[in-house]
């Protein structure tokens, strides 16, 4: 499972609240990404990190902001909640293997904004 | 960036059929192309991947395909189990930024 722990696993939400979400991993991985998944629309990519404070936006970027203070945790924030950020949200590392740089991830965290 | 697309987003087979799923990437530098599986409310996990410098990759009963001149890639399934039931997801990479299709549900009835 590549040492990866999300919390908290399931949260619901009143829109307009703010709310952090943590993944952590034990393993030393430089890169580590959020994803959010949604029907139909697959995995999409909110932002990554490959550094202690050295972080991007991916393709899903807007209302969400993250930090890394520390290697082994990567925090998501959404400043505001709203309904369309209901989702479930995975993180993830790219750890080397022989083909290339995979991505594993972690259990899910399952938001619900109402 | 990178765009992905897959076909189809839901195949239904009887078991002991072969599936195959198809996609293709936009962006010619990718060079990594994994496969994930993922079960009813768990995590997306790896069953397959391949390099672009090689054609062909199979393990037991899936294999993929890779055409990089069409830029695209295929998963295939034989003698399929009602296990194999899940949403399999391909991807495109190149270095570390990774892509996804929108994912196939797969369903096999026995």
């Known amino acids: 499972d590549a040492g990866i722990t999300q919390s908290p696993r399931h949260k619901v939400t009143e829109t307009g609240t703010p709310v952090t979400l943590r993944c952590h991993q034990t393993?030393?991985?430089?890169?580590m990404y959020w994803y959010r998944q949604d029907p139909g629309h697959g995995l999409r990519l909110i932002h990554y990190s490959y550094g202690v404070k050295d972080t991007d936006k991916g393709e899903v970027s807007d209302g969400y902001s993250v930090s890394r203070s520390k290697t082994e945790d990567f925090l998501l924030t959404l400043e505001s909640a709203t309904s369309s950020q209901t989702s479930v949200y995975f993180c993830?590392?790219?750890?080397?293997?022989?083909?290339?740089?995979?991505?594993?991830f972690g259990e899910g965290s399952w938001l619900t904004v109402v | 960036g990178e765009n992905v697309e897959q076909h189809p987003s839901t195949l239904s087979v009887q078991e002991g059929d072969s599936a195959v799923i198809k996609c293709t990437y936009s962006d010619s530098a990718s060079n990594y192309f994994p496969w994930y599986k993922q079960e009813l409310g768990k995590r997306p996990q790896l069953i397959i991947d391949i390099r672009s410098n090689v054609g062909e990759k199979k393990d037991q009963r899936i294999a993929v395909t890779l055409n990089k001149t069409a830029k695209h890639f295929s998963l295939h399934i034989t003698e399929t189990q009602p296990e194999d039931s899940a949403v399999y997801f391909c991807a495109a990479s190149k270095g570390n930024d990774m892509r996804f299709g929108a994912g196939t549900r797969l369903t096999v009835k026995p």
């Open positions: 993830a590392i790219s750890k080397k293997v022989y083909s290339g740089n995979t991505i594993y």
């Open positions: 393993e030393n991985h430089r890169y």
